[in-house]
């Protein structure tokens, strides 16, 4: 099966790039500049996905059978401050990527976030979408562009993504903490924001049954415990035998946030589960796993 990755530069895209590519699937991976995955055997293609007709040109070369399209502009505050590249990146390049995976009848797999939903987590994937910031409605709006698309596909929403980490990628928040607290830092961390996070990997492993059972549809791929980012950082200092005095509990009102985030979101995988057989790693399996 050969399979299209946008964003293949970014946290995700390079494992799951890397994970497919053991899965024997044919990967094509794509992101603008030049490749920074670690894999010489992946084919990687530069492109701009704001340009129509490089769209276009890429995927009638490719004739992929899937298309996963994890690229975005992905910080919240970024999108805030400037929406109109928000609003081309997330949600006119995806448009582009719909138009031309149509010509080549690809399945069409659009990865999301739990900020399309407002507070009230963990949510289900029947909940109603309330974005509480520009980001999560330009990631709404692309949703809404793929359902009503008429192509095979599936919405894939993740939550606080963490994973290992390796040079040329952005680093996520595990190792943020294990950074700081490794110099000596002390580091602030909130206490009253609770998340489901989703070890990496995880989201591979559910792609990966996802083109096994081939069905249509929305899918939660999170962790299972409902935690604060301060258990978050507690977790990392154990597994990492880091000292855990340095991270001082502090509540989000201490930070003046340029964008809104929801105090309670995280996500419910029970569809997932059941559907699929997802299995999601622990937090602390999942944290040891990053930095083994
Ligand atoms: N990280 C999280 O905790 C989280 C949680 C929930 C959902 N998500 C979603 O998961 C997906 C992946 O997130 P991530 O954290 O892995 O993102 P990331 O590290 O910011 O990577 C995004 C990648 O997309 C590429 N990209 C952006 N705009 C592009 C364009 N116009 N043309 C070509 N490539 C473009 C970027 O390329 P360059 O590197 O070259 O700029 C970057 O490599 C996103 O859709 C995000 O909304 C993330």
């Known amino acids: 099966m050969k399979v299209l990755i946008t964003g293949a530069n970014g946290f995700l895209g390079q494992h799951l790039s890397m994970y497919m590519q053991n899965k024997a699937y044919s ?9 920074r995955i670690p894999n010489a055997d992946i084919v990687y293609h530069s492109v701009e996905l704001t340009d129509q007709q490089a769209v276009s040109s890429l995927i009638n070369l490719v004739q992929p059978d899937v298309i996963i399209h994890t690229a975005a502009m992905s910080k919240p505050d970024e999108c805030h401050l400037n929406r109109e590249a928000c609003t081309l990146h997330n949600v006119t390049a995806t448009e582009w990527l719909l138009e031309a995976a149509a ?60 994973g290992a980490h390796w040079e040329g990628m952005r680093p996520s928040f595990i190792q943020w903490v294990s950074k700081n607290l490794a110099a000596n830092q002390q580091i602030r961390v909130v206490t009253d924001q609770h998340r489901t996070p989703t070890y990496v990997l995880d989201i591979c492993k559910g792609i990966d049954l996802l083109l096994q059972v081939q069905t249509n549809g929305d899918f939660h791929f999170a962790g299972e415990e409902i935690i604060s980012p301060y258990h978050m950082a507690l977790t990392v200092a154990k597994v990492a035998g880091l000292d855990p005095q340095l991270i001082e509990p502090v509540t989000a009102a201490v930070f003046p946030e340029i964008v809104r985030r929801a105090k309670d979101s995280g996500l419910q995988i029970e569809k997932a589960k059941t559907i699929l057989g997802y299995l999601p790693t622990g937090f602390e399996e999942g944290v040891r796993l990053s930095f083994a």
């Open 103 to 162: 010509n080549v009848a690809a399945r069409f797999i659009y990865i999301s976030t739990d900020f399309i939903f407002g507070e009230g987590g963990p949510h289900a994937e029947t909940a109603t979408p309330d974005p509480l910031n520009f980001y999560g409605q330009s990631k709404w709006m692309a949703e809404k562009l793929v359902r009503s698309s008429r192509l095979n596909q599936n919405i894939i929403r993740p939550v606080f993504i963490y």
């Open 27 to 35: 990967v094509i991976a794509v992101s603008r500049g030049i490749k």
